[in-house]
């Protein structure tokens, strides 16, 4: 069965930082492309940031600079530095891995992040 659990959100102030964790079980979670997705009230949701490969890593444009998205394969863990944190940042933070060969992806229950100005 595979398992993606978040931590590490919560109530933070404007420019303040937050460090996201996602726990991967139940996948081969070395093969997998990664990311990190966000939706706020009434909003889609979006990309925040992700690695395809190590080569490959995109940022949402309004996190450039702010955020870093990382791994640990051998701990099957994936992390989001949030630095220098803004209200628009609030919304509820989703882990996401992909499998770079089948496609098959899974996703984590959701941790929110609020940020007060």
């Known amino acids: 069965q595979v398992r993606l659990v978040e931590s590490g959100g919560g109530l933070v102030q404007a420019g303040g930082s937050l460090r996201l964790s996602c726990v991967t079980s139940?996948?081969?979670?070395?093969?997998?492309?990664i990311g990190w997705y966000r939706q706020a009230p009434g909003k889609q949701r979006d990309l925040v940031a992700r690695?395809?490969?190590?080569?490959?890593?995109n940022y949402a444009d309004s996190v450039k600079g702010r955020f870093t998205i990382s791994r640990d394969n051998a701990k099957n863990t994936m992390y989001l530095q949030m630095n220098s944190l803004k209200s628009e940042d609030t919304a509820v933070y989703y882990c996401?891995?992909?499998?770079?060969?089948?496609?098959?992806?899974?996703w984590g229950q959701g941790t929110q992040v609020t940020v007060s100005s």
């Open positions: 690695i395809i490969s190590a080569a490959n890593t």
């Open positions: 996401n891995v992909q499998n770079r060969f089948s496609g098959a992806q899974y």
């Open positions: 139940g996948v081969t979670f070395s093969v997998y492309a």
